[in-house]
């Protein structure tokens, strides 16, 4: 089992910056890729990016492309989404999510790959 537990989500003004984290407890870390998903009020679930086990591949959804960078410590059983020019469009709840059964990194931005997942974290940019 993996526990995982968002931070760092609030409001910020459109332009702006903000830094999520995801902190695990539970089995060894990395053995999980890392996701970061968000959902829209009354929207699917819609990737944003992941990142390999131990931190080599990223990939991106294409909204966020340029804008955000995840980052992962094994060290700190610890994945970052560092969100720069944020758009109100960017306005969802965030929620970190870990995996470990498929073995390509391209699968993992199915959320459907994914066993665990966070509580999620509000991000609300004002325009």
């Known amino acids: 089992q993996v526990q995982l537990v968002e931070s760092g989500g609030g409001v910020v003004q459109a332009g702006g910056s903000l830094r999520l984290s995801c902190v695990a407890s539970?089995?060894?870390?990395?053995?999980?890729?890392m996701g970061w998903f968000r959902q829209f009020p009354g929207k699917e679930r819609e990737f944003v990016a992941g990142v390999s086990k131990f931190g080599h591949a990223k990939m991106y959804g294409d909204s966020v492309k340029g804008r955000f960078t995840i980052s992962r410590d094994n060290d700190q059983n610890a994945v970052f989404l560092l969100m720069n020019a944020l758009k109100s469009e960017d306005t969802a709840v965030y929620y970190c999510?870990?995996?470990?059964?498929?073995?390509?990194?391209?699968?993992?931005?199915?959320?459907?790959?994914?066993?665990?997942w966070g509580q999620g974290t509000q991000v609300t940019v004002s325009s």
């Open positions: 539970g089995q060894s870390f990395s053995a999980y890729v």
């Open positions: 999510a870990a995996g470990g059964r498929a073995s390509s990194l391209s699968s993992y931005r199915n959320g459907d790959e994914y066993d665990y």
